[in-house]
């Protein structure tokens, strides 16, 4: 059984910093790219940022690019996103997911995903 269980989330001031754990079991962890999405209360699902495998590869949002940082540590088969300089609009659920094949910016392209974690930046 698949499981992606994210952790982290929490309420923050403008500026503030978060970071986000994702814990991945029953996969080879290793084999698949991890993205982070998020979804603010009314909006679509947004893509956020991705990391491939072996962790050579990353791709950001615009909205988050030089504020956030993807990282992994395969042994431990957990993906981090650091968020630094938070921002209202930050505000959202954000979400793991894992991908087998490439690394995809469209949600419709990954396999598992975790169940959300809330994040809430005040200003």
């Known amino acids: 059984q698949v499981q992606l269980v994210e952790s982290g989330g929490g309420p923050v001031q403008a500026g503030g910093s978060l970071r986000l754990s994702c814990v991945v079991s029953?996969?080879?962890?290793?084999?698949?790219?991890m993205g982070w999405f998020r979804q603010a209360s009314g909006k679509e699902r947004e893509f956020v940022a991705a990391?491939?495998?072996?962790?050579?590869?990353?791709y950001y949002a615009d909205s988050v690019k030089g504020r956030f940082t993807i990282s992994r540590d395969n042994v431990k088969n957990t993906v981090y996103l650091q968020m630094n300089s938070l921002k209202p609009e930050d505000t959202a659920v954000y979400y793991c997911?894992?991908?087998?094949?490439?690394?995809?910016?469209?949600?419709?392209?990954?396999?598992?995903w975790g169940q959300g974690t809330q994040v809430t930046v005040s200003s």
């Open positions: 990391r491939s495998g072996r962790g050579g590869m990353t």
């Open positions: 997911a894992a991908a087998w094949t490439g690394l995809p910016r469209n949600s419709d392209e990954y396999d598992y």
């Open positions: 029953g996969v080879t962890f290793s084999r698949y790219a």
